[in-house]
T-cell receptor, first 115, second 112 residues
Framework: EDQVTQSPEALRLQEGESSSLNCSYT??????LFWYRQDPGKGPEFLFT???AGEEKEKERLKATLTKKESFLHITAPKPEDSATYLC????????????????FGKGTHLIIQP | NAGVTQTPKFQVLKTGQSMTLQCAQD?????MYWYRQDPGMGLRLIYY???????DKGEVPNGYNVSRLNKREFSLRLESAAPSQTSVYFC???????????FGPGTRLTVT
């Protein structure tokens, strides 16, 4: 069964304090790993897609990396507006679990950046 | 360009009542999805439509039905609501199954 585990569940940082969020996955094969940001009461907002080990993507203070077993979302010098829940999702290479051809999401990391 | 829109934003139902959640996208995407999000759990796929005219079950389809009305619209129907269906429902769309998905603002449903 495909699984996505995110850690930590929650993280509190001071403004400017860099850190990383982890997404570990076990899938029958990977056709894409996706990072989303979700603000309270809103839908997830797409951040990055990674397709192969070694790939990296950057956007402002965020950088996503991918290995064969996990992905990291690095946050450099975060600001209070970076506070949100960050979701990781994978798309397996073949039907698995219930046979659905969709994304499997982790439970997310709740990030709080204090001024 | 509104992206993905959902109606209603909030709904309260009594057990046994029925309702339809509406979703529309203006990005000319081929694929559309319905998810539910519950506290302490990740987003779970209910149904999806790879392209106009097709629909398939996701991880948690029991108690739901869907209709892909046209390329833009994908509705989710609860025939006989149960308290276990209390959740936040999100619709999403993508150019294809392999591409990133874009989500709507969600419908918060309470079944009493």
């Amino acid at each position: 069964e495909d699984q996505v585990t995110q850690s930590p569940e929650a993280l509190r940082l001071q403004e400017g304090e860099s850190s990383s969020l982890n997404c570990s996955y076990t899938v029958s094969g990977l056709r894409g790993l996706f990072w989303y940001r979700q603000d309270p009461g809103k839908g997830p907002e797409f951040l990055f897609t990674l397709y192969s080990a070694g790939e990296e993507k950057e956007k402002e203070r965020l950088k996503a990396t991918l290995t064969k077993k996990e992905s990291f979302l690095h946050i450099t010098a975060p600001k209070p507006e970076d506070s949100a829940t960050y979701l990781c999702a994978v798309r397996p290479s073949k039907y698995s679990g219930g046979g659905a051809d969709g994304l499997t999401f982790g439970k997310g990391t709740h990030l709080i950046i204090q001024p | 360009n509104a992206g993905v829109t959902q109606t209603p934003k909030f709904q309260v139902l009594k057990t046994g009542q029925s309702m339809t959640l509406q979703c529309a996208q203006d990005m000319n995407h081929n694929s559309m999805y319905w998810y539910r999000q519950d506290p302490g759990m990740g987003l779970r796929l209910i149904y999806y439509s790879a392209s106009e005219g097709t629909t398939d079950k996701g991880e948690v389809p029991n108690g739901y039905n869907v209709s892909r009305l046209n390329k833009r619209e994908f509705s989710l129907r609860l025939e006989s609501a149960a308290p276990s269906q209390t959740s936040v429902y999100f619709c999403a769309s993508s150019e294809g199954l392999a591409r990133e998905q874009y989500f709507g603002p969600g419908t918060r449903l309470t079944v009493t």
